[in-house]
Nanobody
Framework: QVQLVESGGGLVQAGGSLRLSCAASGRTSSSAVMAWFRQAPGKEREIVAGIRWSDTTYYADSVKGRFTISRDNAKNTVYLQMNSLKPEDTAVYYC?????????????????WGQGTQVTVSS
């Protein structure tokens, strides 16, 4: 079992920055691949970024160059640094984890989820 606890969401003006954190506890082999997803009202959940234990990363086209995912394996924590935020980034952001070595952009491929944290970007 893996427990994921997110923090760091909030309200920010367009162009601002936020950093999300996701602390994982439990079996680390089950959180070898971690990702951030987001879901806006009326829309499907979509992947934002992913990171493997080896630190290789994946980004959705919509956030490339603005968001950075990183992890501290000693603390079993993943971060999402979000810069140059836009109103369209407004969503509930979820941390997700899965075992193995492969990314997936499909939410159903992830075994564990955090409770979500709201990010609101005002124009």
């Amino acid at each position: 079992q893996v427990q994921l606890v997110e923090s760091g969401g909030g309200l920010v003006q367009a162009g601002g920055s936020l950093r999300l954190s996701c602390a994982a506890s439990g079996r680390t082999s089950s959180s070898a691949v971690m990702a951030w997803f987001r879901q806006a009202p009326g829309k499907e959940r979509e992947i934002v970024a992913g990171i493997r234990w080896s630190d290789t990363t994946y980004y959705a086209d919509s956030v490339k160059g603005r968001f950075t995912i990183s992890r501290d394996n000693a603390k079993n924590t993943v971060y999402l640094q979000m810069n140059s935020l836009k109103p369209e980034d407004t969503a509930v952001y979820y941390c997700a984890a899965r075992g193995g070595i492969y990314y997936s952009t499909t939410p159903s491929a992830y075994d564990y989820w955090g409770q979500g944290t709201q990010v609101t970007v005002s124009s």
